[in-house]
Nanobody, 129 residues
Framework: QLQLVESGGGLVQPGGSLRLPCTASGFSLDRYIIGWFRQAPGKEREGVSCISNSDLSTHYADSVKGRFTISRDNAKNTVYLQMNGLKPEDTAVYYC??????????????????????WGKGTPVTVSS
């Protein structure tokens, strides 16, 4: 069964940190562009950060630049989203997704200009005191 599984979400105070792993089963993440997306209550899903499978280039939404870092460990078939300096407005369900790199870039994936091959089911993150 081909699937992506996110974990690591939870409740954290403003200014705190979380690391979200996204692990694949049934396929190798190193063949795909991987992205993290989020959807807050009442809002549309938005791209947070994406990473290529070839040159490890990355893209970040302006709202998370300097606070979030995306990385991949192909040996563990896992992509991570390190989130520091969390703010209440970061509260959302976070999803990871995989996209075949054919005619796609990390920016296009994060801007949701191209379709996604696989979605995870999401992990909730709540930033609150």
């Amino acid at each position: 069964q081909l699937q992506l599984v996110e974990s690591g979400g939870g409740l954290v105070q403003p200014g705190g940190s979380l690391r979200l792993p996204c692990t694949a089963s049934g396929f190798s993440l190193d063949r795909y562009i991987i992205g993290w997306f989020r959807q807050a209550p009442g809002k549309e899903r938005e791209g947070v950060s994406c990473i290529s499978n070839s040159d490890l280039s990355t893209h970040y939404a302006d709202s998370v630049k300097g606070r979030f870092t995306i990385s991949r460990d192909n040996a563990k078939n896992t992509v991570y989203l390190q989130m520091n300096g969390l703010k209440p407005e970061d509260t959302a369900v976070y999803y990871c997704a995989a996209r075949n790199p054919f005619i796609a870039t990390v920016q296009a994936m994060c801007l949701m200009s191209v379709s996604v091959n696989y979605w995870g089911k999401g992990t909730p993150v709540t930033v609150s005191s």
